[in-house]
């Protein structure tokens, strides 16, 4: 297992081909300020620049996934000088750039819930292609409550969970657990604590380590474009992608298959790895915003 150094607000390891980012303010609930988005924008370029990388476990230290967006920095916001355009909605939709990337990246994302998932945290979860969650883990759309909207995250959630879903959280500022999460389709496994959550993630690590690495990102890219795009074009793309799959890492596939034993790209992750992956150290546990 590899430590990425450099990172105050995160801490980030990789083992066998996956980027274990941990959010680490745990003085402000793991908000989302700028120097952690600015970090979480580093951990992005390294998985786009870098095809070995096969996956992004996204979790939070102390228990806590992420309260939203760092509702200190708002005062700041509403005191900067107008430099021609308006601070307020060009500092907001720099977020939106960051959630478009966000959505955008090439391999699957996990996002790991523990605690709450509140505003911008909650649009973490939407957006990430797995949601795993304790059952008491609290997701909310509290944005409403604060006198303000979840304007950069309402694309994602809404994709996931439907309009009238997205509208009825949002309209509310009801919080939800973990199983009415699940039943929403909100989150997609539960484990009972933070412990079983381990075993849970390590699970879903290894379902994705037994799919070769280049057809899931061929796959993800195919599925952004499902429902943008018309059929027939899409389709002729996507059997393209299939020959290209096949004639890479198709062979090893198939042939696996034929000799009834494991592909070469198969990796497996444990509850103890997982937990590793994820443990702050003792120097950075203490860390305040």
Do not use: Y
Not at 45 to 71: H, K, P, Q, T, Y
Not at 77 to 85: F, N, R, S, T, Y
Not at 241 to 260: I, P, V, W, Y
Not at 265 to 273: G, I, T
């Amino acid at each position: 297992m590899e430590t990425m150094e450099g990172f105050e607000s995160l801490v980030v390891r990789r083992a066998d081909g996956v980027v274990f980012a941990t959010l680490n303010r745990p003085a402000t609930r793991n908000a989302l300020g700028t120097e952690m988005l600015d970090e979480l924008n580093r951990v992005f370029s390294m998985i786009e620049d870098d095809a070995s990388v096969r996956a992004l476990a996204l979790r939070g230290a102390s228990g806590m996934f992420c309260a939203g967006g760092n509702i200190g920095g708002f005062r700041e916001i509403l005191q900067a000088e107008d430099a021609g355009q308006d601070p307020i909605a060009a500092r907001n939709r720099k977020f939106g750039a960051f959630m478009e990337r966000f959505v955008a990246l090439p391999v699957p994302v996990l996002a790991v819930v523990e605690g709450a998932a509140m505003g911008g945290g909650m649009g973490l979860a939407c957006a990430a292609d797995i949601v795993l969650a304790t059952e008491d883990a609290r997701f909310s759309l509290s944005e409403t409550t604060l006198g303000v909207i979840a304007a950069q995250i309402a694309p994602a959630v809404a994709a996931r969970l439907g309009a009238a879903a997205t509208r009825r959280l949002g309209l509310s500022g009801e919080r939800i657990s973990g199983a009415p999460a699940l039943r929403i389709g909100l989150v997609d496994d539960l484990a009972p604590d933070g412990a079983a959550l381990d075993a849970l993630q390590a699970d879903w690590l290894s379902r994705i380590g037994r799919c070769a690495p280049n057809a899931n990102r061929a796959f993800k890219l195919l599925t952004r474009r499902c429902g943008q795009e018309p059929n027939a074009g899409l389709l002729d793309d996507a059997a393209r992608m299939f020959a290209r799959c096949l004639r890479d890492e198709g062979g090893e596939g198939t042939l696996a298959f034929r000799e009834k034993r494991a592909p070469a790209w198969r990796v497996q992750f444990d509850a103890a790895s997982v937990r590793a992956a994820h443990g702050v150290p003792p120097s950075s546990s203490a860390h305040l915003a």
